[in-house]
């Protein structure tokens, strides 16, 4: 008999899938920086019906974990770009 790992829940699957996107989207579009509404509106492709804001949110968080995203505020915004070693950052809300 062998051991089976379940299938992680469908949350953590889209928030995989967007993680993947935002990379792909800096990939493309190195200097690119949005909201979590602009990230989660124009950078993910949803294969059906727009997937809740938390998804994205979660995704980007993780990305910032691993040091691949930073948020930045921009007066009372707080946009999410790309992190760039080097780059100074003194609004970062991180």
């Known amino acids: 008999m ?3 790992q379940s299938a992680p829940p469908p949350d953590e699957n889209l928030i995989l899938a ?5 990379l792909a989207y800096l ?15 124009w950078w993910i492709r949803w294969p059906g019906l727009e ?5 994205t949110e979660a995704a980007l968080i993780r990305l910032q974990a691993r ?8 007066g009372t915004r707080i946009l ?3 992190l ?6 003194p609004a970062n809300t991180g």
């Open 18 to 22: 967007v993680e993947e996107q935002v």
């Open 27 to 41: 990939n493309a579009r190195p200097a690119s920086a949005d909201t979590l509404e602009g990230i989660h509106r």
């Open 2 to 4: 062998t051991n089976r």
């Open 51 to 55: 997937e809740p804001m938390t998804i």
């Open 80 to 82: 999410w770009r790309g």
């Open 67 to 74: 040091g691949l995203l930073e948020p930045c505020r921009v």
């Open 84 to 89: 760039v070693p080097g780059r100074s950052n």
